[in-house]
């Protein structure tokens, strides 16, 4: 069989090497405009270093990368089949009598294969590392300043108005909480800021804090407990972990406690759907690269080609991220809105493939 023979190997070597040329590319830009990013936001701010910056942006970076993936496989997917264009390889290898089925088998045996490991290894190390950047940028910047995209989420307590910069996927407890308290005219009374905050027994449980009160010094505490109103389901709801935080092996979970907490899970169904669907989605890239790519030998006109592929990539994602909105909505199923996207591409690519090489 081609998959296990020397040419199987060699062009799943190629396949690879494209596609983590491109990742690699694309971690360093993604890395130094976050850190660009983060730099701007530390100008005014005294003692933060720059280890502390990117770090930040280095912990970020992977769950960027991980929504960029399909577009990853695009485009290494077209390097790679242009540079055996290019070479001739591929004429060499239809003289042989090899079909193009034949040679792509193992570009989309490796699609798979990294879908898989994406899914149940890439997700959880992404969301981890981004869970602890939000930590890191709660406790650099603390509530003086909040990234753009993330403007950090409010509720109101009883007599106090809680803000926090990020929450802890794995026990609940909030990062970069600001506590304002007030009195009953509405006056304000003191301010508590503090690395994180979990509520239990009807009380935030606060660790390394500091109290602002108008006109006195400020107070440091190792830990104190701030009275709250509010219940656990009230506060899940208000705060409720982004789906795209939740690692691929604590969704069933997540999805069971929304649900048994009477909340909305839609998100995290679809969330898990779209992991699941992910090597699918990888193999209709390969197969929309192969069907821009493989005659570019043979009919030239390189930038018509990246045009092509460009624009079917997009295209894609334009239908994906409509889809996940429907699904997010409860208007389609969770799994017909993450399956349906990655399937239609699947069978255009297999479609015109079948037509442009066999007639």
Not at 14 to 36: E, K, N, S
Not at 51 to 70: C, D, F, K, M, Y
Not at 281 to 295: C, D, P, W
Request: proline share 4%; net charge positive; with cysteine.
């Amino acid at each position: 069989m081609i998959l296990t023979s020397t040419l199987g190997r060699y062009l799943s070597k190629r396949f690879l090497i494209a596609v983590v040329g491109v990742l690699a590319f694309l971690f360093v830009m993604v890395f130094l405009l976050d850190f660009a990013d983060t730099t701007r936001r530390a100008g005014d701010l005294p003692r933060v270093s720059i280890g502390s910056i990117a770090s930040i942006s280095a912990l970020r970076t992977p769950s960027v990368i991980e929504q960029t993936l399909p577009f990853v496989f695009l485009f290494g997917a077209i390097i790679c089949f242009v540079n055996l264009s290019l070479r001739l390889e591929l004429v060499v290898m239809r003289a042989a009598g090899l079909s193009v089925w034949q040679f792509l088998a193992p570009p989309l045996v490796c699609a798979i294969a990294l879908g898989i490991l994406f899914a149940i290894g890439f997700n959880p190390l992404s969301a981890a590392m981004k869970s602890r950047s939000d930590v890191l940028d709660a406790r650099v910047f603390g509530s003086r300043q909040v990234r753009d995209d993330d403007k950090g989420r409010w509720i109101r307590d009883g007599q106090a108005v809680i803000h926090t910069l990020a929450e802890n996927s794995d026990d609940g407890s909030l990062s970069g909480i600001t506590i304002y308290a007030l009195d009953a005219d509405g006056r304000f009374v003191r301010r508590l800021e503090a690395d994180t905050a979990k509520l239990d027994n009807g009380a935030w449980h606060l660790s390394k804090v500091q109290e602002f009160i108008p006109n006195q010094p400020v107070k440091p505490y190792e830990t104190i407990d701030f009275p709250s109103n509010l219940t656990k389901k009230q506060v899940d709801q208000k705060f409720a972990v982004s789906a795209d935080s939740v690692s691929f092996w604590r969704l069933p979970a997540a999805i069971a406690q929304q649900g048994a907490a009477g909340l909305e899970a839609n998100d995290y169904r679809l969330q898990y759907q779209t992991l699941l669907a992910r090597p699918m989605l990888l193999v209709a890239m390969v197969l929309i690269a192969a069907t821009v790519s493989l005659r570019f030998a043979r009919l030239g006109g390189i930038g018509m080609m990246i045009l092509s592929g460009i624009g079917a990539g997009f295209l894609l994602y334009v239908v994906t991220k409509m889809a996940k909105d429907l699904g997010i909505a409860g208007l389609v199923a969770p799994a017909i809105a993450a399956w349906t996207p990655a399937a239609i591409a699947a069978l255009i690519g297999f479609t015109v493939l079948l037509n442009q090489e066999d007639g």
